[in-house]
């Protein structure tokens, strides 16, 4: 392990601590990454975060996808849809994979998150769209994750839970937080009534006013 990744690595631990004591993961059953210049750092598989050290995230070299990988453990099982999210946008540098309970819920349904609220543009676009399922761990899943993300920066994943990007670590723990509120608000607004969605243009406008600053959005 090089000194200088010692922090980086330690904070992806951190996110993962905080990803279970909030109540957005459970166990072992997320995982983090987040791009370097030498390929990408992963959690390990079924690891323990609370046993988890800084020498046992795993660097998966270059654009991560050779089969290689450097460490005293397995990568994450979902490793596939780390490298390709990586290999798709250069404007990512991290990805949080959970399932927390509301997100999880909707993906059960295969729902898609509508226009139900302004926050929904923060995932860059009208709606958070509902992965097709397939095995965890697949390539097939990988592809199915692209395209839900297609000018995103977070999805569901059908019958599974939240994939969510960010510039930074601290950006995508943001976006996970808030698109488990969202899913969480959508679901128990469904239970009343049938939400009051949001027009195309009112979406534009939110989208436009986020790009001043708003939350932990990137720097330009």
């Known amino acids: 392990m090089k000194e200088n990744t010692k922090e980086l690595r330690q904070s992806i631990i951190d996110a993962c601590l905080l990803m279970n004591s909030s109540g957005l ?52 099982s979902e490793w596939r849809f780390h490298a390709d999210i990586y290999g798709d946008r250069d404007d990512i540098h991290a990805v949080v994979h959970t399932h927390s309970t509301y997100a999880t819920t909707l993906s059960m349904l295969r729902k898609d998150i509508p226009s139900c609220h302004y926050m929904i543009g923060v995932f860059g676009g009208d709606s958070v769209r509902c992965a097709d399922y397939a095995h965890y761990g697949s390539e097939e899943l990988s592809q199915n994750a692209l395209l839900a993300l297609k ?10 839970g939240m994939i969510v990007c960010g510039s930074d670590l601290k950006q995508a723990m943001w976006r996970a937080a808030e698109l488990e509120t969202l899913c969480k608000q959508y679901y128990l607004a469904c239970q009343l009534g049938e939400p009051v969605i949001l027009s195309k243009q009112q979406m534009v406008e939110v989208r436009d006013r986020m790009k001043t600053g708003y939350g932990v959005w990137p720097k330009e």
């Open 25 to 76: 993961n459970q166990g072992t059953s997320g995982n983090i990454s987040v791009r370097t210049d030498e390929g990408i750092l992963i959690t390990p598989s079924s690891l323990p975060y609370e046993d988890t050290l800084p020498g046992d995230i795993v660097l998966l070299p270059g654009n991560g996808l050779s089969g290689e990988s450097i460490g005293s453990h397995r990568p994450s």
């Open 151 to 160: 000018d995103r920066t977070g999805c569901l994943l059908g019958t599974h």
